[in-house]
């Protein structure tokens, strides 16, 4: 598995992205809460409710969102 933290413009962690060996992506907030997950497979993003948020890959927006 890997990690990729997401920075914004003063380079303090807003959040994070876990990847496991399949591709599919995990992102957390920088309080770790769980923001959403991207599947590769069917190449759609949900929100933590499972709901989906689109096509494509959109955890690092889903972070920005949370962003205060």
């Known amino acids: ?4 933290y ?3 413009e003063n380079f303090s962690i807003i ?10 992506q995990v992102a957390y907030d920088a309080s770790f809460r ?6 590769p ?3 759609k993003t949900r929100d933590s409710s ?3 948020v689109g096509n494509g890959n959109q955890l690092s927006a889903l972070i ?5």
């Open 64 to 68: 920005w969102r949370t962003r205060k």
């Open 34 to 39: 769980r923001l959403g997950e991207y599947d």
């Open 6 to 8: 997401i920075r914004d």
């Open 15 to 24: 959040g994070s992205i876990d990847t496991d060996s399949k591709g599919k």
């Open 50 to 52: 499972f709901r989906m």
């Open 41 to 43: 497979d069917s190449d």
């Open 1 to 4: 598995m890997s990690k990729e």
